[in-house]
């Protein structure tokens, strides 16, 4: 942890933000050393809940000077550490720059600060026609989705948060103010630097505000769901109807322990065994209907046992709730455990060889391991629970994550779909890019020469 705030570094924060925005309080603090990895911090010495950009350009660019580290905050819901404060110094919580600034329904954009909820941002725009289509289960901040890339089951079909941000405003690790992007629809306008800071997780600067580009909302949707005998055939499944063009919304698999928790969670019916969960958004039912019959017909080439599809509004809003909930049914099936969540990607005609090996190292260490994904993307998750003070138990869980990303690496894929580095997965990323990390670096050394912006993530 980094040095505790002097006397006179309090008195000027005091100054500028009052104590309703400045606090060393260990309740404040305590609340910003967690997020829902299992790695863990000492408090910072103190949070700031700034208003403006022009605050944050005036404390930054005085952090600078008094070299304290700060780490930005957006609703905590990281899984990789990635807002925890490990070299101490300041955290900016994001969350009372909570504004929809502007909606522009004529060109289907929206400016948002970044500590809006995504949940009150689509509520703010219904009724427009139009939403931000990125849902990472819980609920974060555009902030947070920005600095981690953040995607979600849609994103087969909508993209991630990096194909919806136009325009940033950023403020620097030493206060310049910045605004990188513009609000064309497309741009072959010099380096594409918005690119750089999407994904950097808060190590190269603060954005204080966003364009978003915004969607229609679908005219009609229509739900499946699909069984398999095997895993195997489940994901052939998979790679078939991307490989087919038929661009479903969602499609997402699952596996037969967390239905088996899902069905005891939700009051839920759905036959134990492997199964895809499918969507398709278009503007008439009849072509959704044919697209369906399509779909049915690849998953029956690969040897579904069942495809059920024009589930009610009810079903279909029950179900993705119940997948969206993953995370938390399987943390309440284990009480007093810790979760452990690898998250990889490969390309979708390497998939379903992934996902086997994957179930197959989670009953070979012996693991309380539940395989899923968004399979549509290619992106595998493995959610395990464990004792991180049983050594042993927790060693395990890390040879899975390990095996995992490893796996997905010899794919050509990725050791992180959608989750970001954060602390957890540095120790992949030389694996992952070889010299191309050293760049990096580079750029981080360029732009935060004193290395105090969310010191500690995506670098060793
Ligand atoms: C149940 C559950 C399910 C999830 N499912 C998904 C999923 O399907 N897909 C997915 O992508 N993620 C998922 N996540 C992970 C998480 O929700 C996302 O990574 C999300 O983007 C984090 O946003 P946040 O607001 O919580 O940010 P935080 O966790 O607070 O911060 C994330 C990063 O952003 C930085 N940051 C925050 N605000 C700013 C800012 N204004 N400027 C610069 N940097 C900033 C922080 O320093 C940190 O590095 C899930 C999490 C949970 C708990």
Known sequence: MGAPLTRQQQSQLLEWFGPDRFSTGSSACELHIHDISPHRVEPPSGVVWPQSTEEIGRLLAWAYQEEIAITPWGAGTSTEGNPLPVKGGLVVDMTRMNRVLAIRPEDLQVDVEPGVFRRELNRQLSGSGLFFPVDPGADATIGGMIANNASGVKTVKYGATKDYVMQMTIVLPDGEIITVGNRAHKSSSGYDLGKLFIGSEGTLGIVTEATLRLSGVPENQLAATVTFPDLGSASEAVAMIIGTGLEPAALELLTEGLIELMNKENGLDLEVTPSLFCEFHGISRTSLEEVAALAR????????????YGIDEHERRTLWQARHDAWETINRAHPGKNTLIVDAAVPISRYPEVVVFANQAVKDQGVHGYVFGHAGDGNIHVVMAGDPDDQEEWRR????????????????????????????????????????????????????????????????
């Open 297 to 308: 017909e690849l998953c029956e080439d690969c040897g579904a046992l069942s495809y059920q």
């Open 397 to 460: 869980l890390e040879t899975v994550n390990h095996l995992v990303v490893e796996k997905a690496l010899e794919l050509k894929g990725t050791c992180t779909g959608e989750h970001g580095v954060g602390i957890g997965k540095r120790k992949f990323m030389a694996l992952e890019h070889g010299a191309s990390i050293t760049l990096m670096k580079k750029i981080k050394d360029l732009i935060d020469p004193k290395g105090l912006m969310n010191p500690g993530k995506i670098f060793s």
